[in-house]
């Protein structure tokens, strides 16, 4: 191609990773995005940033979170694009709760002062094959669920949301939910 020539320009989706980081820079959309998807209202937030590095212990996996914030309660959020197929899920999905976990409290402090968080991940393929528009996992006892759900919603509160947005997603589910999602 010679240089006179003109390209066409480069079209980023918002599942692209440098279109996702930076449409998540916007506390305000990222806010949006949070709010659309678990249909939950994010309070003053404290802290956002993208790309946080969060590690549990000095010699352990660092984790990077693709879009993290704090309100001012101290519940986070996360939110996490996953193109492609990631065979131990369900694994990461564990690692990235406990990571978040563990840096919600400092030094010393109780177990019951661990905040409820949310830890989303929007899926370009359905994680676990079963076709849903949306996942949301919490931890249940099966002995005892009634008992389980209470204990761990009072202790750990702790839910996952995953979002599958595949092609294959099934028809009058709109992409995260919500109308005019695109338009970021």
């Known amino acids: 191609m010679e240089k006179n020539q003109s390209r066409e320009p480069c079209r980023l989706l918002f599942s692209d990773d440098p279109m996702f980081k930076r449409?998540?820079?916007?506390?305000?959309?990222?806010?949006?995005?949070?709010?659309?998807?678990?249909r939950v209202p994010v309070g003053k937030v404290v802290y956002h940033n993208t790309?946080?590095?969060?590690?549990?212990?000095?010699w352990g996996k660092t984790i990077r979170l693709d879009s993290y914030l704090v309100e001012s309660d101290g519940r986070p959020f996360e939110v996490e694009m996953q193109v492609g197929r990631c065979p131990a899920f369900p694994k990461r999905l564990r690692g990235y709760q406990s990571v978040m976990d563990a840096a919600t409290?400092?030094?010393?402090?109780?177990?019951?002062?661990?905040?409820?968080?949310?830890l989303v991940f929007i899926?370009?393929?359905?994680?676990?094959?079963?076709g849903l528009p949306v996942y949301t996992g919490e931890r249940t006892c099966l002995e005892s669920p009634r008992t389980a759900i209470v204990l761990f919603l009072?202790?750990?509160?702790?839910?996952?949301?995953?979002?599958?947005?595949?092609?294959?997603?099934?028809?009058?589910r709109p992409f995260l939910g919500a109308p005019g999602m695109a338009r970021f």
């Open 105 to 118: 409290l400092r030094r010393g402090e109780d177990y019951d002062r661990l905040k409820e968080s949310y």
């Open 123 to 130: 899926c370009l393929e359905d994680p676990f094959g079963e």
């Open 23 to 38: 449409v998540m820079e916007r506390e305000d959309i990222c806010r949006g995005v949070i709010e659309r998807i678990i």
């Open 154 to 172: 009072l202790t750990t509160r702790r839910t996952d949301l995953f979002r599958p947005t595949w092609k294959g997603r099934p028809a009058g």
């Open 51 to 58: 790309e946080q590095e969060v590690r549990g212990l000095p």
